[in-house]
């Protein structure tokens, strides 16, 4: 079994209209929406809910006032100064260490698991889907991350399913890491833009650490000719296959806007041409 | 006074509205760009840089010849970063959340502290403009901290402008917390819409005045602009698709130098952020 992930460093590349559009070009896959932050796959794929679960993430100090005497401990060990003058847990702050909880003297703070978001099994056109949404401020995104990519390899098992797609977040930290583990090829979707080029490198350093063969894409490659072939260049200083350019199109805004990928909007676009080569490129190079 | 800059989606203008919001007003601006993951703003303001930073956070550090093997570190630990297994103690220095825990309920004062990188805060000017910004280390997963560091530079004196991280989860929190203002900034596209409902709904929790920004607002459909009437958003800036700042942005050029028209535009964003802060 084999997973791509696609991210890209910097948002707004065009990571989730393309992973839409390969998903449609692919039929025996699992689709796996990783960016649980903000997940946008589904406004494409329409998925319809199989399974809905509960996402634990970590727990949460709270205060019972009737047993507190205001003794100080907890703020005094308290890191994130999460503990107020009134004594209650300011929930946005508290990480869920539980050290006030450990020393609390008076055994005042209760520690409840926090339910801090939730997870679906779905069925799309294009295949089974595993997505998620964290709830809004919350902590723990990386073990949500983790959490369903585990489940979409089940389900990729448990249906005889060779390729996993994985629509991974932006940037390079928590979520990043917990998208890019162990899987078998990132695909990084970059522009042409200082930004992109800038975040891609970060990106290439970010698989290389972790072991993880990288691949890149330049999408909207005509808005700045000179930088393509720049991220071109840099691609092949670092021995990473630079496998596709996608024209500027607004083909991927009209598509979405209907809640479509590109080759449900129109099959014989400039954009869906190169995204097809693209595809077959990275199916390709990764052996599948 | 502090202005954050935030979006819910990525991609849809955050750095440019916040680079050139504060090229616009020149002359006692601090810019605090604290998308640490992937920091873009000083690829705009282009500041000579004249301070750096490492920064690390404290995690565990075992004595082993005064550990007793109790266990009671481990047991403590939530993010299982240090463990007890038979006659060895093992720290996990990569998923300590720096609680201290383990150091406070160590009998034995085998546990210390050391320090784990967390990146590096450059600081430089450019035009009477003070900025910084984070870079978080490739490989290190908690941008939170390092966040937070770049926030204690805030100057009470001066207008900070923060650059925020995409998302909605506790990155974006530490960059948006007790900020006086959040200005959305979003597309009208269906992930722009969706993303900036979510956005809002953080900034609600947090309990802060905001405004929209919608960029490449021509693009997509009129769904972002019914919703902002809806919820009572005020469209503060609307950026018309323009092949030309889709085209200076890709070579790093700021809009209000390229196109000097729109630094009247950001100067107004500005009066209205301080109407609606003071309102």
Redesign the interface.
């Known amino acids: 079994m084999k997973e791509l992930v696609v991210i890209s ?5 065009g990571k ?1 209209s393309l992973m839409a559009a390969f998903a449609s070009l692919d039929g025996n896959k699992v689709i796996c929406d990783a960016d649980v ?2 997940a ?1 796959l589904h ?1 494409i794929t329409a998925p319809t809910v199989k399974e809905r679960h509960d996402f634990q993430g ?2 949460m100090a709270i205060i019972n006032k009737d047993k507190c005497t205001q003794c100080g401990v907890c703020q005094d ?1 308290c ?1 994130w100064e999460a503990i107020t003058d009134d004594f209650e847990v300011d929930s ?1 702050e508290c ?5 006030c909880v ?2 609390c003297p008076e055994k005042a703070i209760d520690f409840p698991i926090n339910t801090c978001g939730e997870w679906f099994i779905s069925e799309t056109n294009f295949g089974p889907m595993v997505h998620a949404r ?1 709830g ?4 723990n ?2 073990k949500l991350v983790s959490l369903v990519r585990r489940e979409a390899k089940k389900l990729a098992e448990e249906n005889n399913l060779d390729l996993i797609l994985t629509d991974g ?9 917990a998208s890019v583990g162990g899987a078998s090829g990132v695909l990084i979707v970059t ?6 080029k ?2 891609m490198e ?1 990106v290439i ?2 698989a290389a ?2 072991n993880v063969p990288a691949m890149i894409c330049v999408n909207k490659f005509d ?2 000719i000179d ?1 393509t072939r720049d991220i071109e260049n840099f691609a092949d200083e670092m021995g990473l296959p630079c496998l596709g350019l996608i024209p500027f199109d ?1 083909i991927f ?1 009209k598509a ?2 209907q ?1 479509q990928t590109i080759f449900e909007y129109n099959m014989e676009s400039e954009a869906g041409h190169a995204v097809k080569q693209l595809w077959e490129k990275t199916c390709k190079t990764l052996g599948i | 006074m502090i202005i954050s800059v935030a979006s ?5 203008g955050k ?1 440019i509205v916040a680079t050139n919001l504060a090229l616009s007003i020149g002359s006692g601006v601090q810019l605090l760009d604290c998308d640490v ?2 920091p ?1 703003a000083h ?2 303001i282009q500041p000579t840089f004249n301070k750096t930073e490492t920064i690390y956070t404290p995690v565990p550090k075992v004595d082993e010849k005064k550990c007793n093997l109790c266990g009671k570190c481990g047991e ?1 630990c ?2 299982k970063a240090i463990v007890v297994i038979n006659d060895t103690v093992l720290p996990f220095p990569e998923l300590c ?5 383990c150091m ?2 160590c009998s034995e004062g085998a546990i210390t502290e050391t320090g784990r990188e967390l990146g590096i805060i450059r600081k430089g000017y450019r035009n009477g403009i003070e900025f910084i910004h984070g870079e ?1 280390r ?6 939170p901290p390092l966040i937070r560091k770049v926030r204690e530079y805030t100057r009470a004196d001066k207008l900070t402008i923060i650059d925020a ?9 530490a960059s948006m ?1 007790d900020t006086d203002f959040v200005l959305l900034v979003t597309e009208p ?3 722009g819409l ?2 900036l409902k ?1 956005a809002v ?2 900034v609600k ?2 309990n802060i005045s905001s405004g929209l920004v919608i960029n490449r607002s021509d ?3 009129n769904k972002v602009h019914t919703y902002a009437d809806e919820a009572g958003l005020p469209i503060l800036m609307e950026i018309p698709f323009d ?1 030309r700042i ?2 200076a ?4 050029e700021m809009i209000v130098e390229a196109m000097p028209e729109f630094k009247e535009k950001f100067l107004k964003l500005y009066q209205d952020i301080m109407d609606l802060v003071n309102s």
Request: with cysteine; glycine share 18%; charged share 20%.
């Open positions: 460093g910097k948002g707004g590349t989730t932050d903000a946008d406004l970590g727990h060990l890191r946005i990480e869920g260490c539980g050290v450990y020393f964290l809004i401020a919350e902590e995104s990386g977040p932006p940037g390079v930290g928590c979520p990043v890491i522009e042409p833009t200082v930004s992109g800038h975040d970060r350093r970010l650490h972790f808005l700045n930088m607004p805004t979405m806007v809640g | 819910g989606k990525g991609g849809t750095t993951e992937e873009n690829l705009f403590i939530q993010f959340h720096s609680c201290g825990g406070e309920v978080l490739v490989g290190e997963a908690m941008s991280p995409p998302g909605t989860s506790c990155p974006v929190i917390k596209t269906p992930f969706y993303d979510l709904g953080a929790l947090l693009i997509g459909d092949r889709a085209e942005y890709s070579r790093g």
